[in-house]
């Protein structure tokens, strides 16, 4: 068994070869290098395009298959997903609020989505 080095970042998901945040449950899609400084450049490369990632190397041993023994991390959901489920949410009990107090339809605006009922 060697060594090597993957990227994983603060919400412990990992770094794959496509240079995307996984949750690490497909080994063989992880980045790796058994190189330290190779894994520090990406770390670099990764934090320039955006400012509030909080990455490091991590080594680790290969298993028999020679694939990185990391423990998955937390399932990924998509920050586009987790915003419009909070928007809907909200929207509802606005509109909901609303109908009650006037009795009638109700558009509400949020931001630049304009959102009728």
């Given amino acids: ?23 690490g449950h497909d080994k063989r899609t992880l980045y790796r290098t058994v190189h330290r400084d190779e894994a520090i450049n990406a770390v670099f490369e990764q934090s320039s395009k955006n400012i509030e990632l909080r990455a490091h190397p991590l080594e680790c041993e290969t298993d028999e298959s020679a694939q990185p023994k990391v423990e998955a991390g937390p399932a990924i959901m998509s920050q586009q997903d987790d915003f419009l489920g909070e928007e809907q949410q909200v929207t509802q009990s606005e509109t909901d609020e609303a109908q009650l107090e006037t009795g009638s339809d109700v558009s509400i605006e949020m931001g630049t989505k304009n959102i009728s009922t």
């Avoid at 090597?4 to 919400?11: A, E, K």
């Fill in 1 to 23: 068994m060697t060594t090597v080095f993957v990227i994983q970042n603060q919400h412990g998901h990992y770094l794959n070869k496509q240079l995307e945040w996984v949750d």
